[in-house]
């Protein structure tokens, strides 16, 4: 009789907390914040008891609350974009003096000592209006530039000498609507490359037209001016694709946007590629 006593207690005891649970789940939590500061205050002196602070604690809500001004994100992301340059640009002369070495060590001859000068140049004047986007330069035929030659600036390809007077040249920027490039895509990690060409939105982008979509890019994939064996000899990077979609009117082409690593405001001086004439009788 006692065993049964003890067992209905215990299911009257689990039923009644059950049922006190449920009313309390369903009381509104303006009511039941009440509950709570009186259990707090009433049990303060034991929920006190052991470490007072936890380190691992402090930490997570220090680097929860912290935050990046602008100032500094945008000098963070003006710094990731430099690095990224400086690494692709290294990576391609890298790629193209490996492939150079593989090509004479099978005629048993020493890798040449290939490379190119850089006329510095300043920038006089600009024209940027409508569909147009070109730079003067304070260098000519004098300094023994010529129609055609690249033009870096910010540590990617901006642009190619269009016309070049006796002390001075305009440079045809990559975004002008008239330029159109030979360009390559490579996807980082990847050692192939797309061969396409860049046409200039007129706007400070381009575009890579005329892609059939066979052809796997993706966004950020790297977009380098490809080498030219009278005017650069290892390629050099230019942007990022910044978009890539179907193309609306030709459903089997690629539609891609090209982000250029350059502003033109940030621009006060530019170095234009200047092939030597010994350097191009070695790579014949």
Known sequence: MAS?????SRDSIFTSLLILGIIVLLIPHSHTKVINEVFESTFREILSMGPRENPWLGKFEQTKGSSVSKEKYARLQSEYQRVRKEHANTLAQLRESHRRFEQL??????LPDVGSGLSLSQIVNSRLNGNRRELIINRGRDTGLRPGQYVIGNDAMIGIL???????????????????????????????NIRAQLFGDGAGKCKIKLLPREH????NDLVYAANDREFLETPVVIGYIEKVTPDEQKPLLWDITVEPFFDVDDLDEVA?????PDILGQME
């Open 105 to 110: 060590s099978g005629m048993q001859s020493k």
């Open 272 to 276: 234009v590629i200047v092939m030597q």
């Open 216 to 219: 796997k890019v993706r966004e």
């Open 162 to 192: 269009a016309e070049v007077a006796e002390s001075t040249s305009r440079v045809r920027l990559v975004t002008d609507s008239q330029q159109n490039t030979e360009v390559l895509i490579r996807s980082e990690g990847s050692d192939k």
């Open 4 to 8: 049964r006593y003890r067992n209905i």
